[in-house]
Nanobody
Framework: QVQLVESGGGLVQPGGSLRLSCTTS????????MGWYRQAPGTKREFVAG???????TYADSVKGRFTISRDNAKNTVHLQMNSLKFEDTAVYYC??????????????WGQGTQVTVSS
């Protein structure tokens, strides 16, 4: 049974930081590309950041320079370090696992999501 479990969401002020984690089971983590997507109310889910099995990273333009994705193959975990958070980063963040490093679709396995709220 495949499980992706996100953690680390919460309420943060603008300019603050959060670190999301996604721990997986039931997949061969090291061969999967891992991604983070987000969905704000009334919008469609959008790509945020991805990292391939070889460590190649890709970011949405809106988060470049502020967010960093990393992976720990020994712990079957992917992280998303989010700095300089803005109001518009408020969304439910979803972890994704897939075999391809193509991020323009909704393939693969998904976690249940974790809420990130940026508010003063």
């Amino acid at each position: 049974q495949v499980q992706l479990v996100e953690s680390g969401g919460g309420l943060v002020q603008p300019g603050g930081s959060l670190r999301l984690s996604c721990t997986t089971s039931g997949i061969s983590f090291s061969i999967n590309a891992m991604g983070w997507y987000r969905q704000a109310p009334g919008t469609k889910r959008e790509f945020v950041a991805g990292i391939t099995s070889s460590g190649t990273t890709t970011y949405a333009d809106s988060v470049k320079g502020r967010f960093t994705i990393s992976r720990d193959n020994a712990k079957n975990t992917v992280h998303l370090q989010m700095n300089s958070l803005k109001f518009e980063d408020t969304a439910v963040y979803y972890c994704n696992a897939r075999l391809s490093g193509v991020w323009s679709n909704y393939y693969g396995y998904w976690g249940q999501g974790t809420q990130v709220t940026v508010s003063s």
